[in-house]
């Protein structure tokens, strides 16, 4: 056939109706929320060259499908509303309605299984449950697959937050919109997408960790994997452990005992959920530029390995994300619990104590950005604390206090500078509020303090006014304090008369001592 041919061809199927099916991104279903006070991108697809246009509240807005057949209009603002709305797209003789559409408060709620576990895993779920009826919070579950290749869409649903399906809305998202929207009284949007399991790397776009000489080399391991991958012989040891696993649990029932842990199953590296780039791919690029406030992150234990590095790989991610966006939108961080053997040493130098200086640098340093501490919120033996309610309540301050302009002190003391006096050493904290106090009563316990020899003691640690005084008869000569510099530094009590704990820190750079 030659090219006029095809040109008839192409000419005849557009004149006898062969069009694509008018679809809206997953985003756009009903029950969702849209982001009040901003335009509102609402995009889909079509036949290329095709009119769009997009109705709601009394307003219409019109674009033209690109070649691709993707077609957006940007709505104008509108203020919060919680009378249910139809969102009505036409395109020629086709049309979609959204139905009982909010107007609100969107926040995109991601991170690894502490952000994925739901309110049914969390502590005091039978008093959870049936106080659970909110209506006007929603939740968008991003479904969870990995892709190597950018998507253009998602797999996702909205939810209404109900007794009957709270159960299975992230808790650390649920908790931390319920706080928002008792105290802005405006209908929330959560967009969980999250993984457990899963490294920053898997959530940044793949360009972006050209930079980062640890990521290319976990990129290239895993490449060299793929390489010698047999897809086949995978799959059929898969359908093996996943039968024996399904017979286990049979006996399980049958005998009243807790069912056996599900097998990991072997995929091919480049559908990997832990490939670099991969969620980001499939679970983040769908949803740019839906209208959103802003962002809430809980992840970093399959990072912990890697500490040193994290702080630059999540600043990187959080630019990316706003550079997508258009904005510099609001980016909310919990900072790692209490978690493993509990503290026996002055200080001890470990992997967890060096990420949650990573997350402060982060709140210190990354603009319109902070963090939740949750170092008393944690549990020695379980890296999954069931205490969501006081992770969501204590990110849900940073946004009220620092996005929503709220009269509240956003989170707990954290470090600002130190001076020596008289033998001692002068600590000085921001977000002090109302002032410092030791929860539980003095003393003030697990600080440590070290001179030039760099031999750290137990800290005799006293708060005079709006500083903390530390020192020890063992150091004469002090130069460095740290508090709370472990993986779990039980009674750690520095907290503001909000009763807001402070942030572990230090006051050096030195590297961690040889073990």
């Not at 900072?335 to 001890?348: A, D, G, M, R, S």
């Amino acid at each position: 056939m030659n090219v006029k041919s095809v040109f008839v061809v192409l000419a005849v199927a557009w004149a006898t109706g062969c069009s694509a099916e008018l679809k809206l991104a997953a985003l756009f279903s009903d029950g969702m929320v849209l982001q009040r006070q901003q335009p509102v991108p609402v995009w889909g697809w079509t036949d290329p060259g095709k009119e769009v246009t997009v109705s709601i509240a009394g307003q219409e807005q019109r674009a033209t499908a690109d070649r691709d057949g993707k077609f957006m209009v940007r709505l104008k603002g509108m203020e919060a509303s919680s009378q249910p709305r139809i969102l009505l797209v036409k395109c020629g003789a086709e049309s979609a309605e959204v139905k009982d559409v909010l107007v609100g408060e969107v926040w995109l709620c991601a991170g690894q299984s502490n952000m994925q576990m739901g309110v049914n895993g969390a502590g005091q779920f039978d008093k959870e449950k049936p106080a659970a009826n909110h209506p006007l919070i929603r939740m968008f579950f991003v479904g969870m697959t990995a892709n190597k290749e950018v998507q253009r869409d998602c797999i996702g649903r909205w939810e209404v937050c109900s007794p009957e399906t709270v159960g299975a809305f992230s808790a650390t998202a649920y908790f931390f919109g319920r706080e928002l929207h008792k105290e802005l009284d405006v209908p929330v949007g959560l967009i969980r997408s999250a993984w457990g399991g899963t490294r920053i790397e898997a959530w940044s776009p793949l360009a972006s960790l050209d930079r980062f000489p640890a990521a290319q080399q976990l990129k290239q391991e895993q490449d060299a994997l793929a390489a010698t991958f047999n897809e086949a012989a995978s799959e059929a040891n898969n359908a093996k452990m996943m039968a024996a696993w399904s017979n286990r649990v049979e006996q399980a029932k049958a005998g009243g005992q807790k069912w056996p842990e599900k097998p990991k199953l072997k995929v091919h590296p480049h559908k990997a959920s832990n490939y670099p780039a991969n969620l980001y791919n499939a679970m983040i690029h769908p949803l740019v530029p839906y209208g959103i406030r802003g962002a809430i992150w809980y992840q970093g234990e399959n990072n912990a390995y890697q500490a040193p590095l994290y702080f630059g790989l999540l600043e990187n991610m959080v630019s990316e994300w706003r550079r997508d966006w258009g904005s510099e939108f609001p980016f909310y961080a919990v900072q790692l619990p209490n978690f493993k053997i509990p503290q026996t040493q002055p200080v001890e130098d470990s992997d967890w104590a060096l990420m949650r200086e990573a997350f402060l640098q982060f709140h210190r340093k990354v603009p319109n950005a902070g963090m939740a501490v949750t170092i008393d919120a944690g549990m020695e033996k379980n890296i999954h604390p069931t205490n969501k309610q006081t992770v969501g309540r204590r990110l849900a301050r940073q946004a009220l206090a620092k996005t929503y302009g709220k009269a509240v002190v956003p989170g707990g003391p954290v470090y600002r500078s130190m001076h020596k006096e008289d033998g001692k050493i002068v600590v000085r904290f921001d977000d002090i509020g109302a002032g410092l106090m030791a929860r539980g009563g003095e003393p003030l316990k697990r600080f440590a303090i070290a001179g030039e020899d760099r031999r750290f003691a137990v800290a005799q640690a006293t708060i005079v006014g709006d500083a903390v005084e530390v020192s020890s008869p063992e150091v004469p000569d002090p130069v460095a304090v740290r508090y709370a510099w472990a993986s779990n530094p039980t009674g750690c009590n520095l907290c503001n008369k909000d009763g807001l704990p402070a942030s572990p820190f230090r006051t050096d750079d030195w590297p961690p001592a040889e073990k």
